[in-house]
């Protein structure tokens, strides 16, 4: 654990861009699917990044893991770039960065028990005697609240919970120093999400690891982190404290996820949006939310918003409105929110 | 099946079948002369009738009804040679033989045949080479093969002619029976676009012309009935490609075909169980042996040869693939050669105790002999050479069976790789020069590529081809059977070939001693 | 007697039994949400009762419609009623579009067949239909293939559908559960509007108690192929009967407040081949007590409206709250 | 649409090309055809002379080039046999070959999708069990073994048809049936498991919900969308009757490319080998592009890219 | 992968193990199955114990006694089947035939999948170039009917068992290249696959531990319905003469040269095309039983 003082994660102007072949010979669009994204993380903290689908915040989960490499901008870890992927020192950098995935029945193999599958960090990096890793399995799985003769199941023969719980004792056996969880609740029950949730923020008081909690969900998202952002094509368009954000979202983008909200008891008027989300190949100039905002105004359409803080109380977000930079098309007549 | 009675199949059954076979059943007995199908194997291996490029014993099938020579053989009696396009020849000395020519013969174009026409078709032009026209390299090649001494030809009239030749050549005149001197117009032959395209479609003057020929599926032939002999007695011949045994007796048996060829000694039964059917042929003058190469290391040694031979059981072959229907020749001869058959040369004895004693001798160690067998090329050969195979490993030779595709694999690699392999031997003249020292002679395929050689047998071999006493002839080829039969053997000769034919029971019709089919007027009544 | 009135229905796919037992009635112009999670049955009570279940499940029970039971109707009488009377609409909207055929064309099939229109004015009425569900550009899109259009647009197609048969009830099976949420609020909002002008009774399936409470007027709870607890939307929050519902809402992130650690429910659902004696909730529920590994509790009304299938639920005084349930008609359209 | 021909040509010319390269290599490394066109008895200088006829003295890449070079100018060669233009050798065996495989065609789509979709709609009925047993049997019997059967049953012992030969169109019936057989229990398997998969779609429930009535159901909604991966199957059954052709041809004597490839192979007539391989192969390569441009025909996804692009 | 290579007969063994156990343990079978399986237990059975069994060396023979009945036709026990045109016990051959088929529809089988899957394996993991280089490979196999490459292959190259072997391996080596490569961008992408390489794993240990096993199924079911081709193209090819060559001899080999005398002589023939036929069926009816139970997504 070198350069303790630093940030545990420090990701700068992120760009990523993937091709999209249309045929063989077919045009290819380049498209943006993160586009000039900056977050930190320290120790003990939980970043939650919140957006719909296609905003980019899985591909973000994957260049902060180094999973793959970003067009532009860096990711420091600990202090340390990061190295390409692929090569030993990525593949040693492992042990300390792991992920827990969507769909925990995807994420474990099927052929194998699930004691070998939360043994197999410690195989593949060679940590400890056979004898001592045996002992580290055993440890994890009470950890994450697994009963010992799970250990010799497979995963199909467990429960939705109980395998989401394997895959996080899977990415704790080496004793990581990040998490990364993309949606690791979006794919269960109800009643087992609140497990999960519960899980994870017991571990991370437990080892102090620092977490990006990715997801749609923005109770979920509450529930867990200390910051959040949230991402619209690309880009994050608000960051704050949870509480701060969801009680007075200063972005419309972020007033209308808010306010979409299903909630029991909920009687409260709603923003809601019109349109799809844009195709993220062809993005809308200025900001690209302006075509579904309530409030766009010229300048919308053409100038790009800055993540930066907001004068009145500090909250960073990308929106010239909120800036006061330019004056709202019609007045929000809603912003209070439940 | 209950809705439809036996008889209403049997006359379904007989509607159809008079149907189908009516237009040729029916015409044998009008006025019109018939037609008839020969299913066969192949037409002709090169895919032209051009007897210089098709030397095969499936062209010679063929070449007789739509081509002449200038002398013909007796195919189905003695093998004699014969008046065809020549009335008459005779000799002048060693080296020259005059011919007179028959008058009033027409080609199928219409044109008159001169001396001026056999001069061409035994001319540069068609096989030499150095003429007017482009000759491929191959039919040089056979041409030079089949007259070895050939010089020219005179034309003394219209209708006489005088061939010179640059040696000796005892068999001169039997030379002039070969298929590759089959007569050609001219005129035909000069109007063609290239050697080629002449060789699909030659001009002559058989009995039948070439209608349509549709490479390896169909050859029709129609009646010329401009013909010096008067009209044939067949309106049309078709041979139809049909490769499959199986299919060609099918074919016979459901009415589409009055001939099948090429019909195994054992289909001869099956075939015959039906009474409207008859199998015709027996032995033709045919040889099947199997050769050894001699740059061999294990087959260098002699004694490995005469234990390859002694262990040979042509009776069995005979008597059990052939059900007895062909024969084993004394050597590599036939009778028909008159005095310079050997009456009494005897075919190494099959004695497997005698094999092995030999090959003790020679100290043969299990050493590993390939043996290269094309599959079914001669009839029965794949048995054959499985029943060879099993009767050489019982005395102790270690044969390796290589089944492959075609000749050329056959004469692949090096002398390693090549043992032994399967051939045939075909004599049409009654002396042994020109089979014998054609093929294992300096100037044959076996001598040239080193597989066979012998010096004493190649002196002899000229000798025969040169000398003129007869007697001193016979001495010479006494020794050379003795020679490369028992003492050096170059093969071993299993059984003359037989040539089975299946035919309509009501045809009247007289297979060849060869694979001749002779659709002339003398052979055919119905 | 209500519009339709699901009497003792039971489903069967060989040994395993996916419907226990369904008693569920809808009036008209009610709208009523189906919750439970995965396997709970939700979605198989109404293909059941419709006839799309295949030819494997044994169906059992009775569904009345207006009176009549159509449940194993020949086709001849079933027909009618599909579309007809009762639509529906699936989860995944892109997969319940035919892809080879036109939008247009996958509406008008249902005008044809249901109010007999063809040709243009089969064509007018779909433009129709398409602006009624917020399809924008409708004249152009009516030739468009499923694929052309996103989730969202295609559930509106799946939605115009569905009301081209002029249906007095919509069972709208999971219908934003593929959506984003700015997506699933468009859907919702428009379902609550369609009712409100239409007049047509709803039926929403759906996990997600949060969608249902704010669109219906009356909730059931399923668990294990049984209804376990049914009120009217409010109640069910204020005064949740059934510990499995307590459990549901325990276990949902509060938006506002401190910060609790959730109420998770231990456990899981239970297999259809392997259902446990008893209240199937039994081996997760933290109430349970021998009682409840043998007897298979009865639905016991606790107010008016409201009844919760547990031995320990406890009967209340209604109007306690002031939170009543017309929530759903108190939608205000703030941004159009 | 054309972005996508265009990229299928493209994968098209590198199959013909890679086909081209796989033809030369295997019949030029393998053997020496001289001495298989001039026999076992051929003198050496005949061979030699052979060689430089057909240039087979040049260096390899050599006469890789100019054989690239022929066949982009249309000239294949001539055939070693009988020195007629390999094109003309080939083309003129064609109209047989087509006279077999497009009626064995037209049976097998005419007998397999019928019986394959009868069958799924009927699923384990009596019906379904007997296609399904058809359709497996189809592909366990050898098509030659059954070739000679029909012959026996339909030449031999009835007498009905001719058994060999190409002299009428009675000729062509057992060929066909036989090519006929094979295909189209083929076809019917997989028709019956395309149908059976559309049937388990989610649309076809939607379509039912709306209250269609089942045959509607099944003629406007399902068989649409099963035709789209039989159409695929389609695709391989055209490499299947080529293949068919081969032997059929060989057992019932018909004059078609298959017996020519047979005979030239065994002949190792190298020109006409090399033009009957590349012939079927860009009859393969058109074939296969047909077959993904129907694809795109019957299902509006494929063009949609191009569509949504054009938005 | 090591050990199907390296025991043929094992493969099919722990199949049909894998098989026997899921009926032993009450998943209902249907009867053809059961005879299917039942059938090719046999025929391995006989393919393992040949020498042991076979009441003659297979080459072994009697010319006084060519062409004898089978037992069925009023024949002596001697050659239950009848005897052949070299007066060869019909059913020694037909025992060592199965040997040798078998052998080879194996050999071929296990050729094709390790090629295949290899391939697939390289473009998935490569993608680029290489993907493309195989991709125009796959292409290639599919625009040349296989029968017709066999032929050119064969006549050209002469024939040998190896040779034989290879070439039919080659025979549907493109469709396991794209399951295999299929498969492993899809597990690659979002799946197992994904998460173990994010652990750091090295590809070895990806595609061999993890990907291979996953796919097995999958591949197992696709062997299935390659195996009867191979029998299948064994035949036709031997029928057209180019298969395996005398002195061995094979299933297909034997109705090879047993169709002359179809009418004569028909048990020659008969005998092993009841055998191949039937071997087809039951691997197909195998084959496709088992794609409905382990593999539904396969089309």
Redo the contacts between chains.
């Keep these: 654990m070198s350069g303790g003082t630093a940030e545990l994660l420090e990701a700068r102007d992120l760009a990523r861009s993937y091709m999209m072949h249309r045929g063989f010979l077919g045009r290819t669009t380049q498209v943006r699917a993160v586009d000039g994204v900056s977050l930190s993380l320290s120790r003990g903290e939980t970043l939650g990044l919140v957006g719909e689908s296609g905003c980019g915040k899985s591909t973000t989960a994957r260049l902060v893991?180094g999973?793959e490499p970003p067009d532009e901008g860096a990711v420091t870890f600990d202090g340390t770039a990061m190295p390409r992927s692929g090569t030993s020192n990525?593949?040693?950098?492992?042990?300390r960065m792991?992920?827990v995935?969507q769909d925990p029945l995807?994420?474990?193999?099927?052929?194998?028990t699930i004691g070998a599958q939360v043994a197999?960090?410690l195989d593949?990096?060679r940590i400890g005697t056979s004898a001592e890793r045996r002992e580290r399995v055993a440890a994890v799985m009470a950890e994450v609240g697994l009963q010992p003769h799970h250990a010799a199941r497979h995963p199909q023969s467990l429960s939705g919970g109980q395998r989401q719980r394997a895959?996080i004792a899977?990415a704790l056996v080496t004793n990581p120093d990040l998490l990364v969880c993309d949606e690791p609740i979006s794919a269960l029950d109800v009643s087992i999400q609140a497990l999960v949730l519960n899980l994870l923020m017991d571990l991370q008081e437990r080892s102090g690891m620092g977490m990006l909690f990715v997801s749609h969900d923005l109770r979920a998202v509450r529930q867990i982190s200390h910051r959040v952002a949230v991402m619209y094509l690309g880009r994050i368009v608000e960051e704050g404290e949870p509480d701060a954000v969801l009680q007075d979202p200063a972005h419309p983008y972020a007033q209308a996820l808010v306010s979409a909200i299903p909630h029991p008891g909920k009687t409260a008027a709603r923003v809601i949006l019109q349109g799809d989300p844009p195709n993220p190949a062809n993005r809308p100039s200025g900001c690209a939310f302006h075509p579904r905002c309530p409030v766009a105004t010229a300048t919308c359409r053409t100038e790009v918003p800055v993540l930066k803080p907001r004068r009145s109380d500090g909250r960073r977000v990308a929106c010239h409105v909120a800036h006061g930079e330019a004056a709202p098309a019609r007045a929000p007549t809603m912003l209070e929110t439940c | 099946m209950t809705g439809i009675t036996r008889r209403h199949l049997l006359s379904v059954s007989a509607a159809s079948t008079a149907a189908f076979a009516m237009p040729r059943f029916a015409s044998a007995q009008s006025t019109e002369r018939p037609a008839v199908t020969v299913a066969v194997q192949r037409i002709s291996n090169s895919n032209t009738l051009e007897m210089l490029t098709e030397q095969s014993n499936v062209g010679t099938r063929i070449y007789t009804s739509y081509a002449e020579t200038l002398i013909g053989n007796n195919w189905i009696g003695d093998m004699s040679l014969q008046p065809q396009l020549a009335t008459s020849w005779k000799r002048v000395d060693d080296q020259t033989v005059d011919v007179d020519l028959r008058e009033g013969v027409k080609f199928h174009n219409g044109d008159v045949m001169t001396a001026e026409d056999v001069a061409f078709s035994y001319g540069p032009d068609r096989m030499w080479g150095g003429g007017t026209v482009e000759v491929p390299e191959n039919v040089k090649v056979v041409a030079r093969q089949a007259l070895p001494a050939f010089e020219r030809i005179e034309v003394l009239g219209p209708h006489k002619i005088r061939l010179h030749n640059s040696s000796i050549d005892p068999v001169l005149e039997g030379r002039l029976s070969g298929s590759i001197g089959m007569i050609v117009s001219k005129r035909a032959f000069m109007e063609a676009k290239s050697w080629m395209d002449w060789a699909r479609r030659p001009i002559t003057t058989g009995p039948y012309a070439i209608t349509e020929y549709k490479p390896d599926s169909v050859l029709t032939l129609s009646a010329f009935d401009d013909h010096w002999e008067g009209r044939p007695p067949l309106r049309q011949v078709r041979f139809v490609e049909t490769p499959?045994?199986?299919s060609r007796?099918n074919l016979l048996r459901s009415g589409g075909a009055d001939f099948a060829c090429d019909i195994?000694p054992?289909?001869i039964?099956?075939v015959e169980a039906d009474k409207r059917f008859k199998v015709v042929g027996g032995p033709i003058n045919n040889t099947r042996y199997t050769v050894f190469n001699k740059s061999h290391p294990v087959l260098a040694n002699p004694l490995v040869r005469q234990a390859l031979t002694h262990s040979v059981d042509r009776n069995?072959i005979v008597?059990?693939?052939w059900s007895g229907r062909t024969e084993v020749p004394r050597g590599l001869q036939w009778s028909f050669y008159g005095d310079f058959y050997i009456a009494d040369h005897e075919n190494p004895a099959y004695d497997p105790d005698k094999a092995r004693a030999l090959l003790r001798k020679a100290g043969y160690n299990g050493e590993p002999i390939p043996y290269r067998?094309l599959?079914d090329y001669y009839t029965a050969q794949?048995?054959t050479?499985?029943?060879n195979?099993?009767n050489w490993r019982a005395v102790g030779l270690n044969i390796k069976?290589?089944?492959?595709?075609?000749w050329g694999?056959i004469s692949?690699g090096g002398p390693e790789t090549r043992g032994i392999h399967d051939w045939s031997a075909a004599a049409s003249l009654p002396d042994p020069y020109v089979q014998m020292s054609g093929s294992w002679g300096p100037l044959g395929s076996p001598w040239k590529s080193n597989q066979w050689r012998n010096e004493e047998f190649g002196k002899l071999s000229q000798e025969l081809g040169s000398s003129t006493d007869k007697t001193r002839r016979i001495a010479v080829w006494r020794r050379m059977l003795q020679i490369i039969e028992i003492e050096d053997p170059a093969y071993v000769v299993l059984h003359r070939n037989a040539s089975f034919t299946a035919k309509r029971a009501d045809i009247k019709w007289t297979p060849a001693q060869s694979f001749v089919m002779d659709f002339r007027r003398h052979n055919w009544s119905a | 007697m209500a519009f339709v009135e699901i009497e003792n229905l039971s489903v069967a796919f060989g040994r395993s039994m996916a419907l226990r037992g369904i008693n569920l009635s809808v009036e008209r112009g009610e709208a009523v949400g189906l919750v439970g999670e995965s396997g709970c049955g939700k979605s198989v009570t109404w293909l059941a009762a419709l006839g799309l279940l295949p030819a494997s499940a044994t169906v059992r029970g009775s569904v009345w419609l207006d009176g009549k039971d159509i449940l194993g109707a020949p086709k001849a009488r079933l027909e009618p009623v599909r579309g007809g009377r009762i639509a529906m609409i699936f989860q995944d909207p892109a997969a319940s579009l035919n892809p080879v055929h036109r939008i247009g064309r996958q509406i008008g099939e249902a005008l044809t067949l249901h109010r007999g229109m063809t040709g243009e004015r089969a064509k007018a009425e779909v433009i129709r239909l398409m602006d009624q569900v917020g399809i924008p550009d409708a004249r152009n899109r009516i030739n468009a293939y499923p694929h052309e259009l996103s989730g969202g647009q295609n559930q509106r197609v799946m939605i115009a559908m569905a009301l081209a048969g002029e249906p007095e009830l919509l069972v709208a099976d999971e219908p934003t559960t593929a959506l984003d949420v700015t997506i699933q609020a468009q859907i919702l909002d428009l379902l609550t509007t369609l009712r409100r002008d239409t007049g047509m009774a709803m039926v929403l399936i759906s996990h997600d108690l949060g969608v249902v409470s704010e669109t219906c007027s009356r909730i059931a709870v399923m668990y294990a192929g049984r209804i376990v607890e049914e009120a009217p939307s409010g109640q069910i929050f204020s005064h949740p009967g059934h510990p499995y519902t307590r459990g549901l809402l325990g276990s949902l992130p509060p938006l506002t407040g401190p910060r609790r650690r959730l109420v998770a429910i231990p456990g899981s659902v239970p297999e259809a081949a392997r259902m446990p004696s008893g209240c199937a909730f039994a081996p997760r529920c933290d109430l349970s007590t021998e009682l409840c590994a043998q007897v298979d509790p009865a639905p016991l009304p606790l107010a008016d409206d409201h009844s919760a299938a547990c031995v320990f639920a406890k009967p209340y005084q209604r109007n306690v709250h002031p939170v009543a349930g017309e929530g759903a008609f108190a939608r205000e359209r703030v941004l159009q | 649409m054309l972005q996508y021909l265009l990229s299928r040509l493209l994968?098209a010319a590198?199959?013909?090309v890679?086909?081209v390269t796989?033809?030369f290599v295997?019949?030029r490394m393998?053997?020496d055809p001289a001495t298989v066109i001039m026999g076992a008895d051929a003198p050496p200088e005949a061979i030699d002379a052979f060689r430089k006829a057909w240039g087979l003295d040049q260096p390899l890449w050599v006469q890789y080039f100019a054989f690239f070079e022929a066949v982009f100018s249309g000239e294949l060669g001539r055939s070693m046999r009988d020195g007629r233009d390999v094109v003309a050798v080939v083309l003129e065996r064609v109209p047989s070959t087509l006279a077999l495989t497009i009626p064995a065609f037209f049976v097998n789509i005419a007998v397999g999708i019928p019986a394959g979709v009868y069958a799924a709609l009927h699923r384990n009925s009596l019906i379904d069990r007997c296609v399904m047993v058809m359709a497996?049997?189809g592909?366990?019997?050898?098509?030659?073994?059954l070739a000679?059967l029909l012959v026996?049953i339909f030449s031999?012992t009835l007498g009905w048809l001719p058994s060999a030969g190409q002299d009428s169109w009675r000729n062509a019936i057992l060929p066909i049936a036989t090519m006929g057989f094979g295909g189209a229990a083929l076809l019917a398997r997989f028709t019956r498991?395309?149908m059976l998969?559309v049937l388990g779609q989610s649309y076809i429930r939607t379509a039912s919900a709306k209250g269609l009535p089942w045959s509607a159901v099944v003629w406007r909604h399902a068989l649409q969308n099963a035709a789209i991966?039989t159409i695929t199957i389609i695709g391989f059954m055209l490499?299947?009757l080529?293949?068919g052709a081969?032997?059929v041809e060989?057992v019932f004597s018909w004059p078609g490319v298959g017996r020519l490839?047979?005979v030239s192979?065994?002949n190792?007539d190298l020109a006409v080998?090399q033009a009957?391989?590349l012939m079927?192969?860009m009859t393969?390569?058109a074939a296969?592009m047909v077959v993904d441009v129907l694809y795109g025909l019957v299902d509006p996804r494929m063009q949609g890219q191009a569509r949504a692009a054009r938005r | 992968m090591v050990d199907a290579t390296s025991s043929p007969a094992g493969t099919g063994g722990s199949l049909i193990t894998r098989l026997l156990s899921r009926f032993a343990t009450g998943n209902r079978m249907p009867l053809l199955i059961v005879i299917a399986i039942l059938w090719l237990v046999l025929m391995l059975a006989i393919a393992v114990s040949a020498d042991l069994i076979s009441p003659y060396r297979f080459?072994?023979?009697d010319?006084?006694n060519?062409?004898s009945l089978p037992v069925f036709m009023g024949g002596s026990w001697r050659h239950v089947l009848g005897t052949d045109?070299?007066?060869r016990d019909v059913l020694s051959r037909l025992i060592t035939s199965i040997r040798m088929s078998l052998l080879i529809a194996f050999g071929a089988t296990i050729i094709g999948a390790v090629i295949g899957v290899t391939l697939g394996f390289v473009a998935a993991h490569f993608r680029g170039i290489v993907e493309q280089a195989v991709l125009?490979?796959v292409?290639?196999s599919?625009?040349?009917?296989?029968?017709?490459?066999a032929?050119?292959?064969l006549?050209?190259?002469?024939?040998s068992l190896v040779l034989f072997v290879c070439l039919l391996g080659f025979h549907a080596w493109e469709r396991y290249a794209r399951i295999a490569r299929g498969l492993a961008i899809s597990g690659k992408t979002?799946?197992?696959a994904?998460?173990?390489?994010?652990?750091?794993?090295?590809p070895w240990?990806l595609y061999g531990?993890?990907i291979l096993?996953?796919i097995a199924s999958t591949l197992i079911v696709s062997m299935t319905l390659a195996f009867?081709e191979i029998i299948?193209l064994e035949?036709?090819l031997s029928?057209?003469?180019?298969g395996i060559?005398?002195?061995d001899t094979s299933l297909?080999n034997m109705?090879g040269?047993g169709?002359?005398?179809?009418?004569?002589a028909p048990w020659i023939m008969l005998a092993p095309?009841f055998v191949?036929?039937?071997t087809?069926?039951c691997v197909?009816?195998l084959g496709?039983w088992l794609r409905d139970r382990l593999d539904p997504t396969l089309?």
């Design positions: 893991l999973i990525w593949a040693a950098l492992r042990r792991q992920m995935y995807q994420a474990l193999d099927k052929r194998l197999e960090p593949i990096h895959v899977r | 499959e045994t199986a007796i195994p054992d289909q039964a099956t069995l008597e059990s693939l067998v599959n794949t048995a050479a499985q029943i195979t099993e069976l290589q089944m492959v595709e075609n694999q692949e | 994968r590198v199959s013909i890679m086909v796989f033809v295997v019949l393998s053997g497996v049997t592909f366990a019997v050898p098509s030659f073994i000679m026996l031999v498991s395309a998969e991966p490499g299947g080529v293949a081969v032997v060989s490839l047979v192979v065994a190792r080998v009957v391989v079927i192969a393969m390569v296969n | 080459t072994q023979m010319l006084r060519r062409l045109e070299l007066g125009a490979l292409d290639f599919a625009a040349i009917p296989f029968l017709v490459l032929l050119a292959v006549a050209f190259f002469g024939n979002h799946g197992y994904a998460a173990v390489h994010q652990l750091g794993a090295s240990r531990r993890h096993p996953n009867p299948l035949s036709g029928f057209l003469g180019l060559q005398p002195p297909g109705v040269f169709r002359e005398y179809l009418s004569s095309a191949i036929t039937v087809a069926l197909s009816l496709d089309s």
